[in-house]
């Protein structure tokens, strides 16, 4: 290994560090702001998970019976009536 890349290879290594560690960083400091709302969520997490449950369930059961296309539709037809056409069209 010659000493160019041994340097390189140790600015690669400092550059990921910085990478990686920034996430965690913003997490741990959005997590001071967002005690009231995780306090919330674990307030009603039964209902919730109910909730999502249910949701889940609806899905599956659409998947099943080969139905998803007909709430796809009726979901598109609903964002164009209210004005958010621009975010279903892709590219």
Do not use: N
């Given at each position: 290994m010659s000493s160019g890349s041994a340097g390189q290879g140790a600015a690669?290594?400092?550059m990921y560090s910085l990478g990686a560690r920034g996430p965690v960083l913003v997490?741990?400091?959005a997590l001071g702001r967002l005690s009231g709302m995780l306090r919330l969520i674990r307030r009603h997490s039964?209902?919730?998970?109910i909730l999502s449950a249910v949701v889940m369930g609806a899905f599956g059961?659409?998947?099943f019976t080969d139905k998803l296309t007909y709430l796809t539709s009726y979901l598109e037809?609903?964002?164009r009536a209210i004005g958010?056409?621009?975010l279903i069209t892709v590219g």
């Amino acid at each position: 290994m010659s000493s160019g890349s041994a340097g390189q290879g140790a600015a690669l290594l400092a550059m990921y560090s910085l990478g990686a560690r920034g996430p965690v960083l913003v997490v741990g400091l959005a997590l001071g702001r967002l005690s009231g709302m995780l306090r919330l969520i674990r307030r009603h997490s039964r209902p919730i998970t109910i909730l999502s449950a249910v949701v889940m369930g609806a899905f599956g059961v659409l998947l099943f019976t080969d139905k998803l296309t007909y709430l796809t539709s009726y979901l598109e037809t609903l964002m164009r009536a209210i004005g958010l056409g621009r975010l279903i069209t892709v590219g």
